[in-house]
Structures are given as C-alpha cells and as structure tokens.
C-alpha cells in the first residue's frame, strides 16, 4: 500500500489535491494519507509580544488543524486510512521533512494556495517541492468551472 502526503493549506486548491487523491484510490489504488500542513514561522514582532513560545506553539498548532478540517472530513467519509501532522517553517522544506519522517511514496499538492506574490503562476512551494523532493510529485491544477452561456 502506499502512503501519500497531501500538503492541506485551507484553500480550495488543497482541497483539490485531495479530491484527486481520493479518485485514485476510488480507482483502485491502494493508499493512505498523510494530511501535511505547514504554519509559517511566527514574526519577531509576534515572538516579542507573545513572550511565552509555548503560546505561538498553540496558536499555530489550532490555525493548521483548523486548516485540515475539510480535508479531514472528505477523507473520513471516503473511509481512507490517514494520519494528520501541522509543523511551523518554510514549507518547502517542512514538507519534505515529514515525507521522509512518515516514509511517503508520493507527494500531491495544488498548483497554488494561500502563497505569496512571488509563486502567483504556478506556485513557488509547488514549483520547488517538483524540482527539490525525491519521492514523485503531483501537482494538482485547479479545475475551472464553466461560465453558464
């Protein structure tokens, strides 16, 4: 059986690459998940504030279990073994740490999510995850809904 990490941001584009994920294994491939998000590391000026890093910790911990909720929910309903893990970082490399940690065979994400200015094309966490991670990557497009005539 494989093992699959799905990178789960919150936005509609994650929810993509899990609904791709579970068409796979609707099809017949055998798989798990691993439901991956990765927080952005808190801000100096959040590190002053907070005085205690214990409740940065928490504060990201709550936003990216938040975040895997609906990816949560449509996995459970299709009954599909999956593990959930939220790490604070860079993405890119967070996400490669946990596939390795978790012993993954494959990678899906969406082209693009809650990312910067810099990534707007097709992604810059997908762009570096396809060109730096050495287990296969999928990159999940968006798919458009038809303007009514």
């Known amino acids: 059986m494989l093992k699959i990490l799905i990178a789960v941001d919150g936005s509609e584009l994650s929810l993509d690459a899990v609904h791709y994920a579970l068409n796979l294994v609707q099809q017949g491939l055998q ?3 691993v439901l991956a ?3 952005e ?3 100096l000026y959040e590190m002053v504030v907070a005085h205690d890093p214990l409740v940065l910790q928490q504060v990201s911990l709550d936003a990216g279990t938040h975040q895997l909720a609906a990816a949560q929910a449509l996995v459970s309903a299709a009954d599909i073994e999956f593990d959930s893990v939220v790490e604070s970082g860079d993405p890119v490399n967070m996400l490669l740490d946990i596939a390795e940690r978790e012993a993954c065979d494959a990678i899906i994400l969406g082209a693009k999510g809650h990312g910067n200015l810099l990534g707007s094309i097709m992604g810059s966490v997908s762009q570096q ?3 730096d991670c050495p287990i296969p990557v999928t990159v999940v497009k968006h ?3 038809e303007e009514p005539a």
């Open 37 to 39: 998000n990765v927080q």
């Open 143 to 145: 798919a458009q809904q």
């Open 129 to 131: 995850m396809v060109q």
């Open 41 to 43: 590391s808190a801000t």
């Open 31 to 33: 798989a798990s998940f």
